[in-house]
């Protein structure tokens, strides 16, 4: 996926050096502290500013998930929802697609461009990956709702206000992965 950041191509996919450059401590340095600039802006509601950070970073170092998905986050402050939707999918392809915080934000951005479908799908990606995720069941709940499926969001409400104990979590997984394992052989 190509990216434009400040009118700057970025092909973060690429091959990443191996060799470290001369200059690359004084770049990861500055890259850290564009993020953690960005960070403190977005923590103040300084949504552009925060922008202009990440992409800062960003544009020292493509390759860095979280940096699209801090951009990601400023984006959604500024409601720019597509946009944020395409920084998160980038951190996905950066960081793999089993973390299950990058499903919920992409569900949550799916919910706001009124997409309930799709924002159900991510929130059950990310339980599959963590049956305890409270903020994947409340978006899930949300998702249903949306979806005028009012009996399966309570219940999904309720796993928010009532989580399951580890065992049973654990048990869930394994039961997920065993249903996973019998619809593949068949």
């Given at each position: 996926m190509?990216t434009?950041?400040r009118n700057?191509?970025?092909?973060p996919?690429?091959?990443r050096?191996?060799?470290?450059?001369?200059?690359?401590?004084?770049?990861?340095?500055?890259r850290?502290?564009?993020?953690?600039?960005g960070k403190?802006?977005?923590?103040q509601?300084?949504?552009?500013e925060?922008?202009a950070?990440?992409?800062?970073?960003?544009?020292?170092?493509?390759?860095?998930?979280?940096?699209?998905c801090?951009?990601?986050?400023?984006?959604?402050c500024?409601?720019?929802?597509?946009?944020?939707?395409?920084?998160v999918?980038?951190?996905?392809?950066?960081?793999g697609?089993?973390n299950?915080?990058?499903?919920?934000q992409?569900?949550?951005?799916l919910?706001?461009?009124?997409?309930?479908?799709?924002a159900?799908?991510?929130?059950?990606?990310?339980?599959?990956?963590?049956?305890s995720h409270?903020?994947?069941?409340l978006?899930?709940?949300?998702?249903?709702?949306?979806?005028?499926k009012?009996?399966?969001?309570?219940?999904?409400?309720?796993?928010?206000l009532?989580?399951?104990?580890?065992a049973?979590?654990?048990?869930?997984?394994?039961?997920?992965?065993?249903l996973?394992l019998?619809?593949?052989?068949?």
């Amino acid at each position: 996926m190509e990216t434009c950041v400040r009118n700057r191509q970025i092909l973060p996919t690429g091959p990443r050096p191996t060799a470290l450059a001369p200059s690359q401590p004084t770049d990861d340095f500055e890259r850290l502290r564009y993020g953690e600039m960005g960070k403190l802006y977005l923590e103040q509601g300084c949504y552009q500013e925060a922008l202009a950070q990440f992409e800062q970073a960003l544009a020292l170092d493509p390759h860095q998930a979280e940096g699209w998905c801090s951009r990601a986050d400023a984006l959604s402050c500024l409601g720019r929802y597509e946009e944020a939707l395409q920084s998160v999918e980038q951190a996905q392809a950066l960081a793999g697609l089993a973390n299950a915080r990058l499903w919920v934000q992409k569900a949550v951005l799916l919910i706001l461009l009124n997409q309930p479908r799709l924002a159900l799908t991510c929130c059950n990606q990310a339980l599959w990956r963590s049956p305890s995720h409270t903020q994947a069941w409340l978006f899930r709940g949300v998702a249903l709702h949306g979806l005028g499926k009012f009996r399966a969001a309570y219940r999904s409400y309720q796993r928010v206000l009532h989580p399951a104990s580890p065992a049973v979590a654990n048990s869930i997984r394994r039961l997920c992965h065993d249903l996973a394992l019998d619809q593949q052989a068949s």
